[in-house]
């Protein structure tokens, strides 16, 4: 895991531009806030890369896609990586309809993406080892590492598929983070705060397969010590928990409460 | 009211599809998981045929119309009365300008409607009894039973009318729904709310019209809960006790608070 | 400040017509009702001069601007200017993108503004003094108090510069308000909610001048009483106390928490 990384995102305050979906668009400006990073929503096409070129991150997130957004969104992503800016992409919905998995593929031919973070039916709808979906929800936790780890290497990018236990990998190296709380299943967004998350600490940590690690264990360690709150009485308390939880994390928490379990192949 | 209706909800999961307003539609989402469905928010044109098949009630809501969404509700429309989905339509604003009430009437009129619910302007506006609306809001509470059971024949539907005390007819019967609490009206979103709790239980059972009514008295009952806790003390721990009760409602609750007026004509 | 302005606000109810951003477009539904107006949100171009028509003030909000969007917000604007309802315009990114910064040039030149708010860096930007910009966030607090001055009388308007002080002007009068509290910088949105209680206040008191000082100082007192609270352990907390401290401002409070200097000049 990477030494002082909530330290090193408070103080340089990582511009992230999302282009996202209008569901969980508040949630992911207000977890970046908290999480120390400074968000930015924008989705016209003619200003996607202007904007981008002055932020640290960028998150591409297909939740209400439309496909003029995905045509926002590549354009935004070619332009981040002519800047060396990474991109993380969260394929909401992969598997569920046919616009989604063509968008998700298109972005991936397309943009060189740094993460892509997903459920494990989405991220096993574009790997090749299948998935069932429902909505935008995986129905099972299925996994298929080898699966991962040679599309992280097809495509030169991390992986990561969220679930009761997460699955990172760089192709190489594979982690398993036990992190988390059935609780973050109530409430809405958290696979796309994740994300927002992972964006955060991509854009002050080169290391992006361990930036991502990180972020997953700041992510499910706020919803653990969310939930052991008294005052958590159903999805909403915990979710104001939870805001306050990843606001007030710190990088001796995170090495205290860190579950990761390493496999170098 | 319907027996077990919130534990079929659990059990089954429906996921409910959203075309929705961008104000209230993370609070549908939230509503949704917090009674036990999946929510899905999809309005792209070319996926939403495909995201309402694998889906077990299609909510429309106009909050925030435009023309081109408003195409997107009668395809996904027309696919749910193909495949016996209930489609239930929240004709949020009718009255307030001319593209709501004719978008409204127009999916009435292409699309098999299992239950309207609005507040009693716009109701009473698309029933021809009148009404007047401010913005999104009822300016008064007058009601027109015959008008509401008029429609609800002509269109075979359930018409559901919130107010202070809600009224649901199927065109026959007629209920009157008194649970509820002032505190609701403080809030965004509740009218929205409520129609995405109708759309889960509608989901799981065939009976829209006690479904309908089912829901109603959950959403009351799960605002009278919150209002009475003590750590309330505005609109917005008022919103997060309500989300609360909402997660934590039981059947056996529901049959405990119902405040139900039921007159067979 | 205006005497007895959040009795009159919730007497009158004014209905506040939103042309806005999704990111924080429930936030501003909700701070309207808990301030004691009704709040719409209508930007389909068709509909935007009939629902302006009927409501007390017009809210231009550019936090996700597209081209189609900007466009109803002039037939919005233009149409409201005919019929002598305020419009409040809040230039968000301004200087961020070209399109932001043309857009709200656009707006001043096209529509007659009743107060332009926005934070230092915009107001900067726009009024020709400079600033920088990071996303949507001021990089500092510099302000040109003589600038500000020259633009109110240029586009006879109300400038309000929000920062740790506010600076608000009628070209003439300039006052500095120094109510608020850091934390509100902790959560998304602060800027776009004072924006909808401004117009909240404009819509019922013709003084805008005055509408607008009354507002920040509502706005930041809300902010002081909210993190005073024990309860609030981060932004989550801070926010839901943030709401509920604006619900139950009274006139009384606001007279006897006003930090306000005013200079005549």
């Known amino acids: 895991m990477v030494n002082n990384i909530l330290d090193t995102v408070k ?30 929503m924008a989705h016209a096409i003619e200003e996607v890369e202007e904007m981008v070129s002055n932020s640290q991150a960028l998150v591409l997130n297909i939740g209400t896609l439309t496909l003029e957004q995905v045509k926002a969104m590549i354009k935004a992503g070619k332009k981040a990586n002519s800047l060396n800016i990474p991109v993380i992409f969260d394929p909401v919905g992969a598997g569920a309809t046919k616009i989604r998995t063509d968008a998700s593929k298109k972005i991936l031919d397309e943009v060189q993406i ?3 973070k997903g459920n494990k039916a989405e991220i096993g709808i574009l790997t090749g080892s299948g998935g069932k979906i429902r909505g935008v929800e995986a129905e099972s936790n299925d996994e298929n590492i080898e699966s991962y780890k040679n599309f992280a290497k097809e495509y030169h990018c991390i992986v990561a598929a969220s679930g009761v236990t997460d699955i990172v990998s760089d192709g190489n190296t594979v982690y398993k983070v036990d992190n988390g709380h059935s609780m973050l299943g109530t409430i809405s967004g958290t696979g796309c705060m994740l994300t927002s998350i992972i964006a955060n600490f991509c854009a002050v940590e080169s290391n992006h397969l361990q930036a991502t690690v990180s972020a997953m264990v700041a992510f499910g360690l706020a919803g653990e010590l969310a939930a052991s709150r ?4 159903g999805p909403a308390s915990f979710k104001e928990a939870f805001f306050d939880e990843i606001y ?18």
Chains 1, 2, 3 share one sequence.
């Open 230 to 233: 008294s005052e958590v009485k």
């Open 11 to 40: 103080v340089k305050k990582p511009l992230i531009h999302h282009i996202t979906n209008m569901v969980t668009i508040n949630d992911c400006a207000n977890v970046t806030l908290a999480v120390g990073g400074l968000p930015v």
């Open 114 to 116: 740094s993460v892509i």
């Open 248 to 265: 007030n994390l710190t990088d001796e928490k995170l090495s205290r409460g860190i579950k990761v379990r390493g496999e170098v192949n």
